[in-house]
């Protein structure tokens, strides 16, 4: 596969999962601001703009639904959801040839919901239908992409791109939350506190897979070793990196080269850092170096992507 | 209107002029061509609601296909679909074959004349053509001379431009050699057809056009270079800022090949290769859409980064196959086109089966004296152009534009070429719930590699204004779907 088209298929896909999860965020926290708890809208949109990795030009004005508005609509902003499905789309055109008709015209159809004339108006009769229908049109089209593509090494780049991009959003989420869930040492039965671990959850659509698992009854540190550890759910960090272990493997396997020792090396040690430990050592230790860790591990992988796959010098490929 | 016809049609054709040009649909007493009375009386029997239904989805379909243009000159560019017409052309068998005959007899010609001003020149000897308007011709490349190209195909993908004249008889008005687009507007609006009036389509009988993504792979596999039986084929494309990028795309998409962009290539001794995820691979074909001045930068055009340096070397050394060749806009020069008929009889000795459009070369005294006189009633084109650019129509030109004209040509009349106003035949289409007629062309595409190959059909170009003549993308016009009748 031409490298350019490997890049292209790779942001798509991270572009997609960002958009996603910021709508998901967005869903959330306009949720808990219904309930009259002591923390103040400001402190959440505060929260959230963290969480989505330090967002600059979105400072809060007091209105929430003008605030949702320009995070789901202002194409200037590289945080807004518009944003990232102008750039997946824009990634998508340029390997038109490489994905199926089917991902093409479920991505379009997503690109232009976002801007058709009637979006804005939409979206403020019904905040939540709107959002909704954007995490239906991606979910629709992460179907379709695995039912409708090659699972070649096209199909690894994208979820390549996905894992990765989740890994870090979770990972950066959970730093954001860390201190507040565990320095909180009185018992809270107000409820206030119930809900707001309940949207943590439901940022990443972990609720009801977490009840499954442990019940209803929700423990910060309970909490943390799904979203860390957990082997089965798509979500959790674990499991992210076991894909993107995989997705790695794949494309080495069917490209034919030697894996690069260094990439290696980092998904290996990222691997072991999740399978080989436990919630009780993780909060032993300095919980939040270990998530800024992951998220450091994260970038050092798209870096050597960049380097081994995309831009890698001609000199050195002719050598092989 | 005959009384035959039923009471549906009256509304359906409202007002539908008829006059001395061809109408497609209607014979000259108005009477229907029987080939179009199925057509015509489906319409008549759809309501006018059913039938915008029928339109909207089309519509949509356009549009999540992605089968768009871009407006620019606002905040955002602001996509728009391509404008088609909901009506098909019909074309009779017989019509057929003898465009299809036409055609072949006109390619192989004009590649014989390309391989022989690339080699011996021998037509130019003979002084059948004058050596100097074949030399002055801005597409000429005198880097091909000398070079032999793999079996001598020097035009793979053709596409010419037809014109139905108020006699009926199809003549060939340009031919389009460089890079030819719109091939896959003629694929989707069949696709998008046959959903919308699949009746009709299955009860017309209509020849498949389909398959032309396969011919098109067949033909670029058969222009590979020697002891490469595994040819890596892939299609360049200057990038997603091409107006025809959405054809580039669809082309590969549709023959399972890679579609690179000049950056995405890098020639080191003498040979191609694309930068893929596994390093370096080389490439054996090239079906390029980059014009020839913005192919390589060490040969032609070195302000460009659209191509890839070192291309033409590696063409030359035989390693790579550029498909069409270089400096084929040479047989598209609209003034060499007045002289076409004349290299069909020279190499083939053939008389044409297809005629050319009258035209009058205003390198010839006596020829430019007449059309400087009436430049109100002619078509003045300036030869190198395509696209409906660099023309004047002389009936619809204010006197100012038709100075500037007259100078021009009197400072450069090599650049020039003038033409009869030509009354050409007119389609129905549908404008708002009633039909009326506009004048349309038929672009055919043309295959050559181990024969000629030409699906039955093409793309029939609207001008949908009113009244119109120009049935350019890029300047107002649509585009139909074109059914070739088995019968």
């Known amino acids: 596969m031409l490298a350019r088209v490997g890049d292209s298929l790779y942001w798509m896909s991270r572009y997609l999962e960002r958009a996603e999860n910021t709508v998901r965020q967005l869903d959330v926290t306009m949720g808990l601001m219904l309930d009259t708890s002591d923390t103040s809208a400001e402190t959440r949109w505060r929260r959230m703009m963290t969480a989505l990795g330090k967002v600059s030009g979105m400072e809060w004005n007091g209105d929430m639904d003008a605030m949702a508005s320009r995070l789901v609509f202002d194409s200037l902003n590289p945080a807004s959801v518009t944003f990232c499905v102008n750039g997946a789309r824009e990634n998508a055109r340029q390997v038109r040839e490489e994905i199926s008709s089917e991902q093409w015209q479920r991505l379009n159809r997503l690109y232009h919901q976002m801007h058709s004339p009637h ?30 593509m090659i699972h070649g090494q096209g199909w690894q780049f994208i979820r390549l791109g996905r894992y990765l991009e989740r890994a870090y959003a979770t990972a950066t989420l959970l730093e954001v939350y860390q201190p ?19 949207g943590l959850l439901r940022c990443c659509t972990s609720f009801e897979a977490y009840c499954q698992v442990y019940t209803a009854d929700l423990s910060p540190a309970r909490i943390l070793e799904f979203l860390l550890l957990n082997r089965d759910f798509p979500h959790a960090i674990r499991y992210c990196v076991d894909g993107i272990r995989h997705a790695i493997e794949s494309i080495q396997r ?52 960049y380097r081994y796959y995309v831009h890698y010098s001609i000199q050195s490929a002719l050598a092989v | 209107m005959s009384a035959s016809q039923p009471v549906e049609m009256d509304s359906l054709f409202g007002d539908y002029p008829l006059d001395q040009a061809f109408d497609e649909m209607r014979e000259g007493g108005g009477e229907l061509r029987p080939h179009y009375r199925a057509l015509a009386e489906t319409l008549a029997g759809l309501p006018p609601e ?11 379909s356009f549009l999540t296909q992605g089968i768009t243009f871009t407006v620019y000159g ?23 074959d003898r465009i299809e005959r036409g055609l072949t007899q006109r390619i192989t ?17 003979d002084r059948v053509i004058p050596r100097e308007l074949v030399y002055s011709c801005k597409h000429y490349r005198r880097q091909m001379r000398g070079l032999t190209v793999p079996r001598n195909v020097y035009i793979a ?34 696709r998008v057809m046959k959903r919308t009036f699949p009746q009709l389509f299955s009860s017309y009988g209509v020849r498949p056009i389909e398959h032309n993504p396969q011919l098109l792979l067949a033909t670029l596999r058969s222009l590979a270079p020697e002891g490469r039986p595994e040819p890596n084929i892939v299609v360049l494309t200057p990038g997603v800022f091409n107006s025809a990028y959405f ?7 549709q023959m399972g090949i890679d579609l690179v962009e000049g950056r995405d290539l890098v020639t080191h001794d003498n040979i191609v290769y694309m930068r893929t995820t596994d390093g370096l691979k080389r490439v054996d074909v090239i079906y390029r859409r980059v014009d020839d001045d913005f192919s390589d930068p060490l040969i032609f055009r070195g302000d460009s980064s659209l191509g890839c340096a070192g291309l033409f070397n590696a063409y030359r050394a035989g390693n790579v196959t550029v498909t069409n060749a270089f400096g084929t806009g040479l047989a598209d020069d609209k003034a060499v086109y007045a002289y076409v008929p004349r290299i069909i009889r020279y190499y083939l000795n053939e008389d044409p089966i297809l005629n050319n459009v009258e035209t009058y070369l205003l390198t010839e005294d006596k020829e430019r004296m007449h059309v400087l006189a009436n430049l109100d009633k002619l078509v003045v084109k300036a030869v190198g152009e395509s696209g409906g650019y660099g023309m004047l129509i002389g009936p619809h030109s204010t006197a100012r534009q038709r100075e500037e004209f007259a100078r021009q040509i009197e400072a450069n009349p090599r650049n020039y070429i003038a033409q009869p106003t030509l009354d050409f035949s007119r389609a129905p289409c549908l404008i708002g719930n009633r039909l009326e007629p506009r004048h349309v062309d038929l672009r055919p595409y043309v295959l050559f590699g181990d024969k000629v190959n030409i699906v039955p059909g093409g793309l029939t170009r609207v001008a949908l204004e009113k009244g119109s003549l120009v049935v350019n993308s890029s300047q107002g016009g649509g585009s139909k779907d074109t059914w070739v009748l088995e019968s």
Do not use: C
């Open chain 1, 119 to 148: 979006a804005q108006a939409q979206f403020r009769t019904s905040i939540n239908d709107f959002l909704a229908s954007i995490i239906d049109g991606i979910h629709l089209f992460k179907g379709v992409s695995d039912t409708t």
């Open chain 1, 180 to 198: 507040e869930l565990f320095e909180e040492q009185e018992v809270d039965n107000s409820g206030y506190h119930y809900l707001e671990l309940v």
């Open chain 1, 254 to 305: 069917t490209g034919g080269r030697r894996p690069p020792d260094e990439l290696t090396a980092v998904i290996g040690r990222l691997h072991a850092m999740l399978g080989y430990t436990n919630i009780g050592e993780i909060l032993g230790g300095d919980t939040a170096a270990f998530l800024h860790n992951i998220r450091e591990q994260s970038m050092r992988v798209h870096e050597l992507i």
């Open chain 2, 50 to 60: 059913e039938l915008q239904r029928r339109k909207q989805s089309a519509d949509l």
């Open chain 2, 74 to 96: 606002r905040d955002e560019g602001t996509e728009r679909i391509f404008p088609y017409d909901l009506l098909p052309r019909l074309v009779t068998a017989a019509e057929w």
């Open chain 2, 109 to 125: 010609a004009l590649n014989e004349f390309l391989r022989d001003i690339y080699s011996d020149a021998k037509i130019l000897n």
């Open chain 2, 157 to 190: 993908v053709v596409g010419s431009d037809l014109l139905r004249l108020n006699t009926g008889e199809f003549v060939v008005l340009e031919d389009n050699l460089r890079v030819p687009s719109g091939v896959s507007y003629m694929l989707t609006n069949r």
């Open chain 2, 247 to 253: 054809e580039h795309t669809y082309l590969a998409r």
